[in-house]
């Protein structure tokens, strides 16, 4: 569907209730957008299962004002559009975002949400959660973070970095000390080597100075950047579980070897890749993962909203939390160490978080068509 087409008047609330579906793209994409040819092609159908009426929005910061005009005439707004997109962040976009909201469209995820619980920020701030690694910290100067390496490497510890927002693994390091790699300085201990690995497939594993490290993360530093400090977990490899939400309950699961920063398979070469894995999707009634969706729906979230000042409709509609397994308990149970929180593009997904997400998105819908008319 065209967006240009669509009526220029306001959205009415006898219906059809029109939902953008808003993704990243050129002027070219935008002109031939169709449901089919979308960032979330099975999302459509199962909107229009709830009577809501799916529009492709397509968005760039080059035609910011049409998608303005095309989102004014919506009665709702989800958005997939990752924080970097080609090289640009979301500023113009999150703007917007926040204009249209105030216009009376619900938009999921609202930007003020993702800046509460869609960062690696938030990783710091729920230190008070028993999801929490526990030394987890936040470095808001380079120096800060010179800092904490240097005490990190005195005490042996592998860490995993992480810049304030990004994707894909971009901006994730896993920074070990090197044997040998301290000595003394004055009264402390200087940092002199670190061997570290970004997250994308295919970095490779370097050793360098301190100093040239900390020089490579500056970049993270900008405006109101800063980098995620957590304990390495040990079993990485086993997996990270990835729980889908539509707002404060599990619809689905996602589990996948992890293969970013996992050591290299037994034999082979320090900078070798583990084998790659597929992602694979399960329905909220999985068997493995019934103990982690309980602790979840009925710890966890209550504490996150809580902590936030959140309710349950301010939650995003799809939104998903990655776990990764953390030391066993004195029973030998698992536990469970929260990886990040994704909000801003939660794409793929299992097909059971489809109803769920339409029918959410059709409650906050009349939601609001009801607030408007009081």
């Known amino acids: ?74 009665h709702a707004a989800l958005v997939w559009v990752n924080p970097i997109e080609a090289g640009h962040d979301r500023a113009h976009l999150d703007a917007l975002l926040r204009e249209v909201a105030g216009a009376g469209v619900y938009v999921s995820t609202h930007p003020d949400v993702i800046m509460k619980i869609g960062t690696k920020q938030v990783l710091a701030d729920t230190q008070s959660l028993s999801w929490s690694a526990p030394g987890t910290r936040a470095h808001a100067t380079p120096q800060a973070l010179r800092a904490a390496l240097q005490a990190h490497h005195a005490a042996g510890e592998t860490r995993v970095l992480k810049q304030f ?71 990485l490899p086993e997996g990270m579980i990835r729980c889908y939400l539509v707002h404060d309950k599990v619809e689905g699961f996602g589990h996948q070897a992890v293969n970013a920063l996992c050591p290299a398979p037994p034999g082979a070469p320090r900078d070798a890749f583990p084998a790659t894995s597929t992602r694979l999707y399960f329905p909220p009634d999985k068997p493995e993962f019934q103990a982690l969706k309980r602790q979840l729906e009925s710890e966890w979230l209550p504490q ?71």
């Open 165 to 235: 927002r990004g994707h894909s693994g971009q901006g994730i390091w896993k920074v070990e000390p090197v044997a040998g790699g301290n000595a003394p300085s004055g009264g402390g201990v200087t940092l002199r080597q670190v061997r570290v690995r970004e997250a994308p497939r295919g970095s490779p594993e370097e050793v360098l100075a301190l100093d040239a490290f900390v020089e490579r993360c500056t970049g993270y530093f900008k405006g109101n950047g800063r980098m995620i400090d957590q304990p390495w977990q040990s079993r």
């Open 304 to 374: 996150l909203k809580q902590l936030f000042g959140l309710a349950t409709e301010d939650l995003p509609v799809l939104w998903d939390c990655d776990f990764l397994l953390g030391p066993k308990d004195a029973n030998g149970g698992d536990t469970y160490v929260l990886c990040e929180i994704n909000v801003s593009s939660v794409s793929p997904y299992p097909q059971s978080v489809l109803d769920p997400l339409a029918r959410a998105t059709l409650a906050r819908v009349n939601a609001g068509l009801k607030e408007r008319h009081r």
């Open 1 to 74: 569907m065209d967006t240009a087409k669509i009526p220029s008047s306001a959205p009415s609330s006898d219906g059809p209730f029109r939902v953008a579906v808003i993704y990243h793209g050129d002027a070219e994409r935008r002109r031939d957008a169709t449901p089919e040819n979308s960032k979330v092609p099975t999302l459509f159908p199962a909107l229009a299962a709830v009577g809501l009426t799916g529009v492709p929005v397509v968005y760039h910061d080059d035609f910011r004002d049409q998608v303005r005009r095309d989102l004014l005439q919506m």
